[in-house]
């Protein structure tokens, strides 16, 4: 038995370090030949661990991320042609189930320059790549690359422009006072350095939230019809051998270890099999959110009586024939025919929570799990350890099916977001803000007759009279409805902005109404308050509306080109139909007054939505110089921006740029600190000035 359980959890331990542990199959080295005047070749090396590999420059799309090279601009030199790289082998990948093109062992790519000036100087830049060995990959991989080129004896210091006028001595002057490449290179840098660790720690503050969501689900599978009656029964097993309490208490040990183990590595399973780079497609494609959105309502018919979601019996009685054999072997089996006979009432709870997980980081299934089978080993363990504890235990009875029941109806409600996400992605208009809140609606006031006796299901029992417990779950319910209900005509319901669709979906908005009306008595058009400080029409107005009144674009060239005309900075909210973050920045940080008031009058503000799939036409297609694919789709675009000009891709993320589109201040992402996101803005406004006045 303790080979069993050292070699699972040698399962789960070793599968982690695949992402945990720091590997570098693929080291690189750079070089210059320079074999004549006014040229230079520029060799990348990769020298590849045996077994792995890289893949090529030429990848078909919906493969790996291809190998690619950037070289900072600079009047120094030019690039002739493209970098060329060594004859590649062509196999069928077995990770990605495609005929691709890699190298392995060693690479050497190939980039020619043509060399301007006469003195030496630096060529710097970047390279990505992705490295796979036959069972798994690693997550792309950014480098920066620096090479020393000797300067051009006879050259003329042109600069390589497409009028090929000379720079003048008076140009070279100020190109020798203003900010180098290499100055503004590292300047971004360390904005991104910064950026990450602001990342890090909203990461880990939801890592935590999201552990603690999955422990108080545990204990709430405790009382559900098929766990709570096996606390004795499974008890009673650790028992029977009262001529050594020690040794029960071992294995009550073994057993509470063993729950929390299985559990975990199903977590791990789930996340070796998603990995990250499956998130963007899970989190705003329109299939797996269709998908999960059936999978909770089909838990949630479950959990209201309508059939059971059992295990085949054979794999329960196996289970519970090994258990049969006693010892930590027996301790062990024990556990995982707790986990088999339970399912029908853990495994919606235990799929929901994996479905959360699956569009987010690579560790949050298995914190997940761990929150979970912690919470839902302890009672076993506790009671295990100290048996005269089950004379406190309330009896089994019809109050197990109502816990099933509520989680029934909770489960109804928060399938709905999936739904949700898909509808505004796609600009379905299924479910807009008012036929949202109103299934809301529904679903909890039927909830809190149900917990006051009104409503009754199959397999409850007949309910005399109402317990206070009952009476305050019902008054909770009915609060909670009661404070719903002015949202359907525009309130703003803070509490729950980041699971409704955006306000600007609801047909009808009592505050905009209002709004417009205090305008057509001041004399004013509805609206013009604010249209006026736009310079034209925005692109996709009619798909996508800014927060609370505010007018602004969603598309960045036509921003850059308004803030150039108005000399205002401009204010760059990436952003997304599912980001629940996103949503709850524009509700209790955007509404602050004074954010509002900077806003509307101090930036020009654009809205970039990443996950949107309203494809462009052809003319406004982009080929992404980040990973050389072309992007067809509003969401892609944008998402493409972000990435490879900020090096970020997570939402909200602010950035505030001047006319010319460099940075102003440190960007900002998730935080609901009015105070800090009014510095943010009063940072950059100082800097813009500053500008203005140089």
């Known amino acids: 038995m303790k080979k069993a359980l050292i070699a699972l959890a040698a399962l789960v331990i070793l599968s982690l370090p695949l992402y945990s542990q720091v590997l570098e199959p693929v080291k690189w080295s750079y070089s210059v030949e320079q074999r004549q005047p006014g040229e230079a070749t520029l060799l990348l090396t990769a020298k590849i661990d045996k077994g ?18 950037h070289f900072t601009k600079s009047t120094d030199y030019e690039l002739v042609g493209k970098v060329i790289e060594p004859k590649p082998i062509e196999e069928n990948d077995p990770n990605f189930k495609m005929l691709l093109k890699f190298f392995g062992d060693k690479a050497t790519f190939r980039q020619k320059i043509k060399v301007l000036g006469k003195k030496d100087f630096v060529v710097k830049g970047s390279l990505e790549f992705m490295c796979c060995n036959d069972s798994k990959c690693l997550p792309p991989s950014e480098e920066d690359i620096s090479f020393n080129v000797k300067g051009n004896p006879a050259g003329n210091i042109v600069e390589p422009t497409k009028t090929g ?12 006072k203003a900010p180098s490449a290499s100055d503004t290179m590292n300047k971004v840098k360390a904005q991104a350095e910064l950026k990450a660790t602001v990342a890090d720690k909203a990461e880990s503050h939801s890592m935590f939230w999201f552990f603690l969501i999955s422990f108080l689900a545990g204990l709430a599978a405790i009382i559900t019809p ?37 559990y975990t590595l199903i977590g791990t ?32 018919a479950s959990f209201l009586g309508l059939f059971d979601i059992t295990l085949p019996s054979w794999m329960v009685n196996k289970a519970d024939k090994q258990a049969d054999q006693g010892g930590y072997r027996g301790a062990f089996f024990m556990a995982f025919t707790l986990v088999l006979v339970s399912f029908s009432c853990t495994g919606p709870i235990v799929g929901a929570l994996l479905v959360q997980s699956a569009g987010g980081a690579l560790l949050k299934p ?11 080993a302890l009672p076993f363990t506790l009671f295990a350890f100290f048996p005269t504890w089950l004379a406190g235990l309330p009896k089994s009875g019809g109050w197990l099916n109502s816990v099933k029941v509520v989680l029934g109806f909770i489960e109804l409600a928060l399938g709905l977001k999936f739904l949700s996400i898909a509808d505004q992605t796609y600009h379905w208009h299924i479910l807009d803000r008012e036929v949202y809140l109103g299934m809301w609606i529904v679903i909890f006031t039927m909830l809190g007759f149900y917990l006051l006796g009104k409503l009754k299901f199959n397999h409850d029992s007949d309910l005399p009279y109402i317990s206070v417990p009952r009476l305050v779950l019902s008054i909770i319910t009915f609060t909670f409805v009661v404070y719903m209900i002015p949202g359907m005509w525009g309130a703003p319901l803070k509490a729950l902005s980041g699971y409704l669709p955006p306000q600007t979906t609801l047909d009808f908005d009592l505050n905009a109404i209002i709004h417009n009306e205090v305008q057509a008595v001041a004399g004013q058009a509805p609206g013009s308050g604010e249209r006026s400080t736009l310079c034209e029409t925005p692109k996709y107005n009619d798909l996508f509306h800014l927060p609370h009144g505010l007018q602004g674009y969603f598309d960045y060239k036509q921003a850059l080109e308004c803030a150039k005309k108005q000399n205002k900075p401009l204010f760059i909210d990436f952003t997304g139909h599912g980001c629940v973050n996103c949503r709850e920045m524009e509700a209790n940080v955007w509404s602050d007054p004074q954010v509002l008031k900077r806003l509307r009058e101090n930036f020009i503000v654009t809205a970039l939505y990443v996950d949107d799939k309203t494809e462009l036409p ?18 892609k675009k944008f998402a493409d921006l972000q990435i490879s000009r900020f090096n970020v891709n997570s939402q909200p993320y602010y950035v505030l740029l001047d006319t010319a589109g460099n940075i102003l201040t440190q960007p900002r992402s998730y935080d609901l600190n009015v105070d800090a996101f009014v510095k943010f803005l009063d940072s950059g406004l100082s800097a813009f000035a500053k500008e203005q006045k140089k």
């Open 269 to 300: 399973l789930v996340a070796v099999t998603m990995g990250p780079n499956f998130a963007n497609f899970l989190s705003t494609h329109w299939l797996p959110n269709i998908l999960f959105f059936v999978i909770f309502m089909v838990f949630a």
């Open 618 to 635: 052809e003319n406004e297609w982009i080929t992404s110089k980040y990973d050389g694919k072309v992007k067809k789709t509003i969401g």
């Open 52 to 69: 792995w590999h890289i893949y090529s420059q030429f990848i078909k799309e919906g493969g790996p991320v291809p190998t690619s090279f």
């Open 226 to 262: 098929c766990v709570f009656p096996m606390i004795p029964m499974t008890v009673s097993f650790f028992m029977h051998d009262t001529k050594s309490k020690q040794k029960a208490r071992m294995e009550a040990i073994v057993y509470g270890l063993s729950i929390v183990l299985i």
């Open 366 to 376: 298995i914190i997940g799990m761990l929150g979970f089978s912690i919470a839902f």
């Open 165 to 176: 006028v000379a720079v003048t001595d008076t140009v070279k002057a100020v190109i020798a």
